[in-house]
């Protein structure tokens, strides 16, 4: 996560390439429930900032890496494109039904969609950050996002500038030796 930008612009061409990266992302029956919005102009920036409370929180601890990344993905996930999927004939159980989800995936899909985006803008040698989204129904009027669709974070892309460090990083990474290993056999 870095959470400062230089201004230098980035390119439409590298922008759609980390799109369709995230298009690979795990999918849950390939119901591809997720859509993105990607906000270049800076005053549209400035407005998410404010949505994302950047002008109360981030100001004081980080530079306001939200408004002044040259670009922003809000990554939206739709549960109702999930079931809708999972209603089609060959997703549905024998007696009918749709099947009893264990557990949300649009979720878990958006944010490996999200994981994705990160690693495509490292490798275009690009930095990213990341926003959960708190304030859901102003981020759709904002942006115009359909109410089906769940804004759950904004994802800041730029060239990295000089950042100021998260305090979280002082409590290190945690050794492999407390990752339990099973075999089974």
Request: proline letters at 7%.
């Amino acid at each position: 996560m870095v959470r400062n930008f230089q201004q230098k612009p980035v390119p439409l061409q590298v922008v759609e390439r980390i799109l369709r990266l995230a298009q690979h992302a795990p999918s849950a029956g390939f119901s591809q429930g997720w859509a993105y919005v990607v906000v270049t102009d800076a005053q549209m920036r400035k407005k998410v900032g404010r949505v994302q409370g950047e002008e109360d929180y981030f100001a004081e601890r980080f530079h306001k890496f939200v408004s002044e990344a040259p670009v922003l993905i809000v990554a939206c996930t739709s549960e109702q494109v999930y079931h809708e999927r999972y209603r089609e004939p060959d997703k549905l159980q024998k007696d009918g039904t749709e099947i009893h989800w264990p557990m949300p995936y649009w979720h878990f899909d958006i944010g490996c969609a999200c994981m994705l985006m990160f690693l495509a803008a490292v490798d275009e040698g690009l930095a990213a950050a990341f926003t959960g989204v708190e304030r859901a129904t102003e981020m759709r009027s904002l942006l115009g996002i359909p109410d089906h669709y769940q804004p759950v974070g904004v994802i800041s892309i730029g060239y990295p500038a000089p950042d100021r460090r998260s305090p979280s990083l002082k409590r290190g990474r945690k050794p492999f030796n407390q990752v339990v290993h099973y075999e089974h056999w």
